[in-house]
């Protein structure tokens, strides 16, 4: 039985839930899985995820489909990404197991919160990875926490499946190439806030970063990868400072299955104003059309309509389709999750 929320109203926000998972990394091994009502945790004041910034997250989704099944959708890809953040910045991987006992059992636990099919709310999951250990020299912590939470979300732009405009800024770098641009780690977004948080001001929904060295191509569009459409072909960029984004690899499968040809490769900033569709994809929107690029430092404008591209729509609804059980999974995407 679902709680009483109005979940057609909810943000893409915190609210709170009943129990959240943890598990610590101490002596050399994964500890057992512990269940807390608390929304806090105890820190040391010298934990390295304070000073040095050794913390990784992931962002997932389950979805209550119109048969009523609650379904995953490609979870090891989240726990693969994770293992490449942690790597990245030498914290303790989890394993598979672990991250996939974890996510199951604070899901069901808070099996009351999962919005009901058709509201266009979700239920998110975010598996959090910090070092917890105490250090003063800059060196790895030798004890980590690992922990999920969950909470019911609405759509990450208050316009939902509608087009927004961008901010094209060249004044801040969200990632350096041979940084952590490729790996999901806090630092990546704190780069990035300033530059969000004016474009929130002037208007734009997000913004859209340009390579660090050149500042010639596309690279991370805010909190989501970037995607093109023109001449049947579906256009992503290719960075070594990009999260490679689950929704993004799913999207070009899509893409494929329906005919379209898919890229990945540089993309000119000229080459902006030659795409016919234009949009931002990740785990929290699935896709966000964009209406218009806006260059912050030249002005140049490039605009792509005020309705939804055609392509956009068809990937976005078999996307949404398979994770909610309305289409085929065709490629063994999802799971659902027994007992909910």
Sequence with gaps: MSKDINWGELPFGYFKTDYNVRCYYRDGKWGEIE?????????????????????????????RGK?????????????????????????????????????????KLNADYIPPYGTGATLYVRPLLFGSGPQVGVKPANEYLFMVFVTPVGPYFKTGFKPVAVELVRDVDRAAPLGTGHIKVGGNYAAGLRATERAHLGGYASVLFLDAIEKKYIDEAGPANFFGIKNNTYITPQSKSILPSITNMSLEQIAKDLGLTVERRKVPFDELGTFEEAGACGTAAIITPIKKIVDRE????????????KISTKLYHRLRGIQEGTEEDTHGWTTVIEGI
């Design 67 to 107: 048969d009523g099944k609650v379904r995953l959708f490609r979870w090891q890809e989240n726990a693969k990404r994770m293992r490449n953040s942690a790597h990245g910045i030498l914290m303790q991987e989890v394993p598979d197991e672990v991250f996939y006992a974890s996510i199951m059992k604070a899901i």
């Design 298 to 309: 030249s002005g140049k404008t490039f605009s792509y309509g005020e309705e939804v591209g």
């Design 35 to 63: 269940v807390s009502s608390s929304e806090y945790v105890p820190v040391h004041m010298a934990a390295t995820a304070l000073h040095y910034g050794q913390e990784a997250f992931e962002g997932l989704k389950a979805y």
